[in-house]
């Protein structure tokens, strides 16, 4: 179970680290890269290894 998870979280961090590094100032998910201009809603939460924002899809699976 444990390392289900951690797989998951690994792999979108680790592809959209560099992409999203650039456009950090835009309120957009940190997984999938959406914003308030996909129409999605994003939600700040806080992270051992900082704040980082999630759509309402990825929020849920945090
Ligand atoms: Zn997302």
């Not at 444990?2 to 100032?25: F, V």
């Not at 940190?30 to 990825?58: E, M, Q, R, W």
Request: net charge neutral; aromatic share 6%.
């Amino acid at each position: 179970m444990s390392g289900m998870k951690l797989a998951m979280m690994q792999n979108p961090y680790q592809s959209k680290t560099c992409e999203l590094k650039s456009s950090m100032s835009e309120v957009a998910c940190y997984v999938c890269g959406k914003g308030l201009d996909d129409g999605s809603s994003i939600t700040a939460k806080t992270l051992p290894n900082g704040i980082v924002l999630f759509c309402d899809l990825h929020y849920s699976l945090q």
